[in-house]
Structures are given as structure tokens and as C-alpha cells.
């Protein structure tokens, strides 16, 4: 099992930027899809914002936040990285960071993640 736990989360004014980190632990795999998941409200359903697979580092990201966030991985210490520039309002959510040996077109589909973290809270202000 793959134990994950997310940091930097905080508030900040729109066209701000905030780093997350997603620290991995536990078992290890020579290729994972590990992704950041945003959850507007409690009771919603997550909408994935970004995945990298570890493997090759290939990145992928929804559309409605190209150009703007960067997903990356420091293999030494086993994180992940969220890279949030040109916060908007409408950004400000729960984010989580998820892992999943499905990685494919379908990134986007929460089912597919075996492991989350408990989420860091991003409130952008207007």
C-alpha cells in the first residue's frame, strides 16, 4: 500500500501561487500515476487536475487549469509536486493527491485511485 500525504495548502490572493507536496510512502513501484485531485465542497465529486507517471514522467493535465498548474516529482524523497500559478477564485478547494497503477486516458476518473491523502485545504481570495 502506498500512504500519501499532502502539504502546503493555505490562502492567497487571485493571481497568486501556492506549492503543494505530496510525500509518498510505503510500497514501492517502478511506475505509479499519481495525481491531484480538487474537491470544491464536501459531498462533491473530486475532479482531477493533473497526473504524472512516475515512470517515464509524463504529465498530464485538465484543461481548465493548463498553463497555469505544473505537476512534477523528486524521486529522491519520494514527493510530488503541485504547482499553482494564476490562482483564481473559483481554484479554492480541497485538494488531494491519489495513486493508481491504472494510469491511461481515463486519468480523470477518481474510481481508478487505490490510495489518497487526507487533502490540504487552497482558498484563493478575490
Known amino acids: 500500500q502506498v500512504l500519501l500525504t499532502e502539504s502546503g495548502g493555505g490562502s492567497v490572493q487571485a493571481g497568486g501561487s501556492l506549492r503543494l507536496s505530496c510525500t509518498a510512502s510505503g510500497d514501492t513501484y517502478s511506475s505509479i500515476c499519481v495525481a491531484w485531485f480538487r474537491r470544491l465542497a464536501p459531498g462533491q465529486e473530486r475532479e482531477g487536475d493533473a497526473?504524472?507517471?512516475?515512470?517515464?514522467?509524463?504529465?498530464y493535465y485538465a484543461d481548465s487549469v493548463k498553463g497555469r498548474f505544473t505537476i512534477s516529482k523528486e524521486n529522491a524523497d519520494n514527493t510530488m509536486y503541485l504547482e499553482m500559478n494564476s490562482l483564481k477564485p473559483e481554484d479554492t478547494a480541497m485538494y488531494y493527491c491519489?495513486?493508481?497503477?491504472?494510469?491511461?486516458?481515463?486519468?480523470?476518473?477518481?474510481?481508478?485511485?487505490?490510495?489518497w491523502g487526507r487533502g490540504t485545504q487552497v482558498t484563493v481570495s478575490s
Open positions: 497526473v504524472i507517471i512516475t515512470g517515464d514522467g509524463s504529465t
Open positions: 491519489a495513486a493508481s497503477l491504472m494510469c491511461g486516458s481515463r486519468w480523470r476518473d477518481s474510481e481508478r485511485y487505490w490510495s
